[in-house]
């Protein structure tokens, strides 16, 4: 067993052994580091300021991710490849293209924020030599500017997609090889890692067979996978946690596969991995993980952690519930599989003993000619927290009447939760919009939402029925994006 977690930054390998298990890699890198580039904002992983890149291996190589310093522990941290604003410029002083790309395009004004951009430009830069407007503004979704307006920064992402140097002078693009050899030694000690400062411990299990069977002994731990979540705990709760055991570098858990029956996801899966999958196979998964957070909590958020979080306003239960996924719960002793619904039993608990971790989740697929839509509603329209979240599952039979419905909302009771009694309501009736009309006041009987500083409870029962409303005509051939009516001059 090892005290030690090993990891690159920038260009040094760091053994470290001297930490507690909240401590984040932003204090680390300013107060021990002195590498003051990287700032705090918000400590929620929202306003980008404090964005590095994560360097991990994986069966592709060497990939390079924006993260939140704020909300990332350094627990997480062995095996991986750091890097910060300060490693960009060249040995000589000259600045990377993409920092000089905003200087020329006028991209910085106080410049607090202006480090956080050019990490998520460079992320960019590694990952897609030619990217669209809609591709830089994806990877700038996580990253806030109140000075300077976001055109002179787009207009800097593009001038370097098209004026694309030579990447032999980029630190990564030369020192990869290098960096992969020195990843792959770190990797190659399969110990499990315990580290305890104060009293308070950290451990990093060496498998997932190790990860079931510390939680066995430890079943009051604290499990970080993506700490998207976990991460505002400590810095907006100021909670203690002890002991805390960190998943996220478990590639058992991070596989995807799909099949004809459906897809399988491993817990440990992040929305960005799980994306591509996705957006191919069920769109409208898609296109609702691109909505999750920006493109730093998309990349260390896992959808299995937004499902044994249990939140109700988590954003893939709804869809996952109104597609019939199964969930896979794992412990020393063996698995169980639940239908995912049932995992979900009152407000702060879930059907998952002490000693079980989520393993993975079964999503089934859509039935050939079902119809199937989700529907994020939040203040702002992307890098925010869901008012309420409603899915969709309709299959008609060959006379057009209702064979079966699943109706899903996160958002509206005190878990992710089924409409049952609309679901019965329109089971076996013609599809159209008398049915529809007829059934939208059994919402009231399946739900009383609270009223929050997001929505109030008559705004949340009022949308959940026009979303149904919405997904009739969705369904019934009106245009995907509903426009506002306008009214005709008299």
């Known amino acids: 067993m090892s005290e030690a977690i090993r990891f690159i930054v920038n260009g040094d390998e760091v053994t470290l052994g001297d930490f507690g298990p909240t401590e984040t890699l932003l204090d680390y890198l300013r107060l021990r580091r002195r590498l003051t580039g990287t700032k705090e904002g918000c400590a929620e992983g929202d306003c980008g300021a404090c964005t590095v890149l994560i360097g991990r291996l994986t069966d592709h190589g060497l990939r390079y991710e924006s993260v939140n310093a704020c909300i990332r522990f350094l627990g997480s941290l062995h095996g991986t490849h750091v890097v910060t604003v300060e490693h960009l410029a060249g040995r000589d002083g000259a600045l990377h293209p993409v920092q000089q790309a905003m200087v020329d395009f006028h991209g910085s004004q106080c410049g607090f924020c202006t480090p956080g951009f050019v990490m998520s430009l460079y992320g960019l830069w590694l990952s897609n030599g030619t990217p669209t407007r809609a591709d830089i503004e994806s990877a700038l979704q996580g990253n806030l500017c109140r000075c300077t307006g976001y055109e002179p920064i787009v207009k800097a992402a593009e001038h370097i997609s098209i004026n694309r140097p030579s990447s032999l002078f980029d630190p990564l693009e030369s020192d990869r090889i290098q960096i992969m050899a020195k990843l792959w030694g770190i990797h190659s000690g399969n110990d499990t890692i315990t580290i305890t400062r104060d009293g308070a411990r950290s451990i990093v299990p060496a498998s997932v067979a190790a990860f079931a069977d510390i939680l066995a002994d430890e079943p009051e731990a604290t499990i970080v996978a993506g700490a998207t979540d976990v991460g505002l ?16 570098h478990l590639t058992e858990l991070q596989s995807i596969t799909s099949d004809e029956t459906g897809i399988t996801i491993g817990a440990g899966v992040s929305y960005t991995q799980a994306f591509d999958v996705l957006s191919d196979e069920i769109p409208p998964l898609g296109r609702l993980i691109d909505r999750i957070g920006g493109q730093q909590v998309r990349n260390m958020g896992t959808i299995g952690g937004n499902i044994a979080n ?28 639940i239908a995912l619904e049932d995992y979900f039993l009152s407000y702060g608990k879930q059907d998952r003993l002490p000693t079980e971790f989520v ?23 992307d890098e925010d927290i869901s008012a309420l979240c409603g899915a969709f599952h309709l299959t008609l039979d060959a006379d057009g009447k ?12 005190a878990t992710p939760k089924r409409a049952r009694h609309v679901e019965d309501a329109l089971l076996g009736q013609e599809w159209n919009w008398g049915t529809v009309s007829a059934v939208r006041d059994a919402f009231g009987e399946d739900y009383q939402p609270l009223t929050d500083w997001r929505a109030t409870a008559e705004y949340r029962s009022l949308t959940a029925r026009n979303l149904l409303t919405r997904f009739f005509l969705e369904t019934a051939g009106a245009p995907a994006e509903l426009r506002r009516f306008e009214l005709e001059e008299a």
Not at 310 to 337: K, Q, V
Not at 376 to 381: C, V
């Open 402 to 413: 209702v064979e079966n419905i699943r109706i899903a909302f996160g958002g509206m009771a």
């Open 233 to 248: 705990w400590v810095t907006k709760q100021m909670r203690l946690l002890n002991p805390v055991i960190f998943i996220n």
């Open 359 to 381: 393993e993975k989740v079964f999503v089934p697929r859509p039935a050939e000619g079902s119809h199937f839509a989700v529907y994020k509603i939040s203040k702002r329209r």
């Open 310 to 337: 249990g939140s109700p306003i988590g954003d893939t239960p709804p869809p996952l519930i109104a597609l019939g996924a199964e969930l896979t719960l794992r412990s020393h002793s063996g698995r169980r599989t």
